[in-house]
């Protein structure tokens, strides 16, 4: 049997084959096996199909994975190949609150924590679902004991105040942090919230789509990575 290329695909079908009694040749374009998966390291070089050039400038002990680099929790078959082969993995970190996040058109162009994004669009949206609950009931009579319970949901998923409104105060500071130069007081953690932002700047589509993607199956927690070991 004969089978192009040595990525994941063409090495997992000559393992399999192989196992079947097959007699197997891999041919691989590239000077790697891996296809897609594969690791940089402090003095590796790169040259594009292009003919550019790059060189990684990493200190010792640091590494890159630039092509698929997380193993989510769900594919069950890789993570099994990996068991089988004694592959050791490593907690892939993939929401990292504070973290930057840049876009160029918001915000000035200065970089906004991960934390602060997160917590601003979740109080927008929980505010406004909050005004549009409260619209409803003024057609209504009284307020049931399970809208009791969704309201008080809202303000707390939200960090929303006493009157359901998303605001910079010691409760959305609990959430996004505090302002910069500020001092937790111990015991209470109080602080100088950190200042609140239009919904129209937060909700920027440099930063809405980056905020959901961490609830996308193949990125939700726990994400596993071959260790440095097998990279």
């Known amino acids: 049997?004969?089978?192009?290329?040595?990525?994941?695909?063409?090495?997992?079908?000559?393992?399999?084959?192989?196992?079947?009694?097959?007699?197997?040749?891999?041919?691989?374009?590239?000077?790697?096996?891996?296809?897609?998966?594969?690791?940089?390291?402090?003095?590796?070089?790169?040259?594009?199909?292009?003919?550019?050039?790059?060189?990684?400038?990493?200190?010792?002990?640091?590494?890159?994975?630039?092509?698929?680099?997380?193993?989510?929790?769900?594919?069950?078959?890789?993570?099994?190949?990996?068991?089988?082969?004694?592959?050791?993995?490593?907690?892939?970190?993939?929401?990292?609150?504070?973290?930057?996040?840049?876009?160029?058109?918001?915000?000035?162009?200065?970089?906004?924590?991960?934390?602060?994004?997160?917590?601003?669009?979740?109080?927008?949206?929980f505010g406004a679902a909050r005004q549009g609950h409260a619209a409803k009931q003024a057609r209504r009579s009284g307020i049931g004991g399970r809208q009791e319970i969704l309201l008080q949901a809202l303000r707390s998923w939200g960090a929303l105040d006493r009157n359901y409104a998303y605001n910079a105060n010691l409760i959305s500071a609990d959430y996004r942090g505090y302002a910069q130069g500020s001092r937790r007081r111990p015991r209470c953690g109080a602080g100088a919230p950190a200042s609140r932002s239009s919904c129209r700047t937060s909700c920027n589509r440099s930063f809405g789509g980056t905020c959901g993607i961490f609830a996308c199956i193949n990125s939700r927690p726990p994400c596993f990575s071959p260790s440095a070991a097998w990279t």
């Not at 097959?22 to 003095?43: A, C, D, I, M």
């Not at 010792?60 to 004694?86: F, M, Q, S, T, V």
């Not at 050791?88 to 930057?100: C, G, K, M, S």
Request: with cysteine; hydrophobic share 40%; glycine share 14%.
């Open 1 to 125: 049997m004969l089978i192009l290329g040595a990525g994941l695909a063409g090495m997992t079908a000559a393992l399999e084959l192989r196992a079947a009694g097959y007699k197997v040749q891999v041919l691989e374009f590239n000077s790697r096996p891996g296809g897609r998966n594969w690791t940089l390291r402090g003095g590796d070089s790169f040259t594009e199909l292009g003919g550019a050039t790059q060189t990684c400038g990493f200190e010792e002990g640091l590494y890159l994975n630039p092509g698929p680099w997380r193993i989510p929790y769900h594919h069950r078959a890789l993570l099994d190949y990996c068991k089988r082969l004694g592959v050791t993995l490593e907690p892939f970190i993939q929401l990292n609150h504070n973290a930057l996040l840049h876009a160029s058109k918001a915000f000035g162009g200065t970089p906004q924590r991960i934390r602060d994004i997160k917590t601003r669009l979740s109080g927008a949206c």
